[in-house]
């Protein structure tokens, strides 16, 4: 009988530590993505800082935002354009996914009557971080974004002395983007405000390149 209590006490010992080592097993397999690391460190396309919202920013630069906060936020541009009260002024950087030169050109004119100062008209982008919330920036094709903005319309095309490549813009009203196509490849994309076109201003942003006239 002694003997019979013995085991029994052994196998109950036995039973919880089983048990104790499947509920740690369990939790283990189980983590809260919100808390898992494995989960934290994936850079989300929804990061703010390289966001691009249809109709209103591209990172943290927004439409109708004051240039002076452009200024302060991006500094002196490193080239750019002006007349008429109206400017691009374009910043250079390096994209770190190849090395490429990308811009981030910014089309301003006066915030209104009183032409004392002026805000953010269009915001235009070659930098392959910069992408929509589903993902789509330089480098998706056609398909992706006539699937993402199916009023996206061919606005015009473009002829560049320094290449052989013709530029087709396409744009999208509606939602206030426009993307640039080198064959079926995006190359720049630009947001600007809803019910305008982008190419209303897009001559002015480089003399090399020429429309084509249907």
């Excluded at 369990?26 to 460190?41: E, I, L, M, R």
């Excluded at 080239?79 to 374009?90: L, P, R, T």
């Excluded at 530029?167 to 206030?176: A, E, L, M, P």
Aim: hydrophobic share 35%.
């Amino acid at each position: 009988m002694r003997l019979f209590k013995m085991k029994f006490k052994h196998l109950q010992a036995l039973m919880i530590a089983t048990f104790f080592i499947s509920c740690q097993s369990d939790t283990a397999g189980s983590k809260d993505p919100a808390t898992d690391s494995t989960h934290s460190t994936q850079v989300s396309s929804t990061d703010s800082s390289i966001l691009v919202i249809p109709g209103k920013s591209i990172g943290t630069i927004s439409i109708k935002q004051d240039m002076q906060l452009v200024s302060q936020a991006l500094g002196e541009p490193d080239a750019g354009d002006a007349a008429m009260g109206k400017a691009w002024g374009i910043w250079y950087d390096t994209d770190s996914a190849d090395q490429q030169r990308t811009e981030m050109a910014i089309y301003s004119s006066y915030k209104d009557s009183s032409m004392t100062s002026h805000d953010v008209k269009q915001i235009r982008t070659t930098a392959k971080r910069f992408k929509t919330e589903a993902g789509l920036g330089v480098g998706s094709t056609y398909a992706d974004f006539k699937n993402a903005y199916p009023d996206l319309a061919l606005e015009a095309q473009y002829s560049n002395q320094s290449s052989p490549d013709t530029i087709k813009v396409y744009d999208s009203k509606q939602k206030g983007i426009s993307v640039e196509f080198i064959g079926n490849t995006s190359t720049a994309i630009t947001v600007h405000e809803i019910g305008k076109a982008a190419n209303e201003t897009y001559f002015t942003y480089n003399p090399d390149l020429k429309k084509i006239v249907p």
